[in-house]
């Protein structure tokens, strides 16, 4: 069972305009500190990735397969001058913090551009 245990997040109304729930700090946040993107890793172009379609604008590229998140990094939206980055370490995948964020900021991440191309209705 996956279940999403770190505390320092909160979902509320984002700041994106169309963009739905956002997820925001629930604490300040510093450089270097990172949420560890929980989910589900399915290979490309596998059956449960053309299964999975619906949360394609959501998947997160770790390797040659895609991690679809489930826990608080599934609400990160696009943001152009993101606070946050990817890092992968193997088969875990974490937003990083790549300046302060302070508490009750919303949490930003760059999306590939591929995905902002294909999803672009979705991103803010």
């Known amino acids: 069972m996956l279940s999403e245990l770190d505390t320092r997040f909160y979902i509320a109304a984002s700041t994106v305009d169309g963009a739905g729930d956002g997820l925001f700090a629930a ?3 510093r450089i ?3 949420l560890r993107v929980i989910g589900v890793l399915v290979d490309r172009d596998s059956a449960a990735d053309r299964c ?3 949360a394609d604008a959501h998947k997160i590229r770790v390797g040659n397969s895609l991690l679809i998140p489930v826990g608080w990094a599934a609400k990160v939206n696009h943001h152009h001058d ?3 980055r990817k890092v992968v370490d193997g088969d ?3 937003l990083e913090v790549v300046r302060p964020v302070a508490k009750d900021e919303e949490i930003f991440f760059r999306y590939h551009e591929y ?3 294909r999803f672009s209705p979705k991103c803010g």
Do not use: Y
């Open 92 to 94: 875990d995948a974490f």
């Open 27 to 29: 604490e300040p946040l």
């Open 82 to 84: 993101p606070n946050t």
């Open 115 to 117: 995905a902002t191309n």
């Open 32 to 34: 270097g500190d990172r």
């Open 52 to 54: 999975t379609d619906f």
